[in-house]
């Protein structure tokens, strides 16, 4: 009876040992970062690490007599959609602004992983007067193969807006990107800076002259994937937000201020930029003392009252492992992006000792640093199923990712060309593990009920995607710099 006893007390101490013991999230971090190397078209470089992905997409842009190579593929596919990289983009940049000094050698990478992106963004941008590149690839045509980018042969169909075909979103996401990236670079690379802002303000001025929604103007070449549901005017005022905070041009704060009033949605993502324009926007007024940002501090503390979880105005629901939950289909982009919003307010809070109200509730710097924690904490495995959901962190991590370069044997296991449909039979359709192993791939994540069947057909749950990653490099980089 006391063996078995003291057998309780012994797994009982080391299961609360091991929920309080922290993840590491240094290496979560250049996990992170690594990443993107998986995701990367165009030609690879010398020191690529991650060896099973090689050259692909190199004459993208032929179609529009343009080079269009490089850049990222956005998820499990073989698409470039340049709505989500550019958003991805700006919080790879928004991170190494933020969190730059917490990184240690990974600011190496991640200025690598965000000029991956903007080298390309600068050539959609500049290669044709009065054209903006906005995608290569028919999504439909190519989400009806399973085939390695590598062996991609479905039609490269070149997309664009332009003055008669606008699309004041994609552009003014582009603009934002481009933005941020010259701050990031500002001091490492000044002239390649100079170029970033000044591509950033003709961007901006074209998505500010000819106003529309891509949606609009391409139909079913980023509908349904990537529709631009919150409509244009929140891409407006962050495009507007990082270009005052990379130029500080009271010509931006007039357009700040001119853009009036704004949605106060309880969701930051790819496609609703409000929040994230508010906590940018809210940096003057804490950091600096400037009344005239106090209107988003409040709004910032509006959309802090709709996340916390005891706040009365609280919109947001949990699930019984303490996982945020938004909606359904890749649940962890949400999670990720505001857990960015969170970390980096509690931040600004913390650097003049403020606090705010929720109602009766009092918010301190640690109450939203304690949720940011409990997120990331959850996603490197501290939740119900033990699992990471970041491929290649922890000992127990998803096996069969919705992604075709992962799960098709690499060129140098199969130099065979696989064709559209010689993917699907044996290898999407396979129990087995995915041959390569897409380290750092955060995947869309569990249900709301904590559960993840690990399935590679679930692309809701099981495909990763560069936004999810592009959102996530902030706060690992803010808690590995913690000590």
């Not at 919109?315 to 960015?340: A, D, R």
Request: glycine content about 8%.
């Amino acid at each position: 009876m006391g063996n078995s006893l003291l057998s309780l007390f012994l797994f009982t101490f080391l299961l609360v040992g091991s929920v309080q013991c922290n993840p590491n999230y240094a290496d979560a971090l250049a996990k992170s970062l690594l990443f993107f190397q998986g995701q990367r078209s165009g030609r690879v470089p010398a020191d690529q690490q991650l060896k099973w992905r090689s050259n692909s997409g190199l004459f993208d842009g032929r179609l529009a007599n343009v080079d269009l190579s490089g850049g990222y593929y956005d998820a499990g596919d073989n698409v470039k959609f340049n709505f989500p990289m550019a958003y991805t983009t700006t919080m790879l940049s928004w991170g190494t602004i933020e969190y730059g000094k917490r990184m240690g050698g990974q600011i190496k990478e991640a200025r690598a992983a965000i000029r991956w992106a903007t080298d390309y963004l600068l050539k959609c941008a500049t290669s044709t007067p009065g054209k903006l590149y906005v995608g290569v690839g028919d999504p439909n045509v190519d989400h009806k193969c399973w085939e390695r980018p590598e062996d991609m042969d479905t039609v490269r169909t070149v997309y664009w807006v332009s003055p008669n075909k606008p699309g004041s979103d994609v552009a003014a996401e582009t603009a934002a990107a481009l933005a941020a990236a010259s701050i990031v670079f500002r001091r490492v690379d000044p002239t390649y800076s100079k170029q970033l802002l000044r591509t950033a303000q003709q961007v901006y001025h074209f998505a500010l002259q000819y106003q529309g929604s891509y949606s609009d103007s391409l139909g079913s070449a980023v509908c349904p994937f990537y529709c631009s549901y919150s409509g244009f005017k929140d891409e407006l005022l962050w495009g507007a937000a990082w270009l005052f905070r990379a130029t500080n041009a009271v010509y931006y704060y007039n357009l700040v201020k001119s853009l009036g009033a704004d949605d106060q949605p309880d969701i930051f993502s790819w496609d609703n930029k409000y929040a994230g324009a508010h906590v940018l926007l809210s940096r003057r007024a804490l950091l600096n003392g400037d009344k005239n940002f106090d209107q988003y501090k409040q709004e910032a503390e509006n959309f802090m009252c709709k996340i916390l979880p005891n706040s009365p105005s609280s919109s947001t629901q949990y699930t019984q492992g303490g996982l945020m939950y938004k909606l359904p289909e890749s649940n962890l982009q949400y999670v990720t992006s505001i857990t960015f919003l969170l970390t980096t307010y509690s931040k600004y809070m913390a650097a003049t000792k403020h606090t705010f109200n929720c109602g009766g509730v009092l918010v301190t710097p640690n109450t939203l640093r304690s949720i940011a924690k409990r997120q990331v904490d959850y996603i490197l495995g501290e939740n119900p199923l033990k699992m990471s959901y970041m491929v290649g962190y922890g000992p127990y991590f998803p096996k069969r990712i919705h992604h075709r370069g992962s799960s098709l044997p690499s060129i140098a296991a199969h130099p065979q060309t696989i064709g559209c449909d010689g993917g699907f039979q044996p290898f999407f359709h396979s129990m087995n593990p995915n041959p390569n192993i897409l380290i750092g791939a955060v995947v869309g994540g569990p249900n709301q009920n904590d559960g993840f069947p690990d399935d590679r057909s679930d692309y809701s749950h099981s495909e990763p995607a560069t936004y999810i990653n592009g959102a996530f490099v902030g706060p690992l980089a803010y808690f590995a710099g913690i000590r």
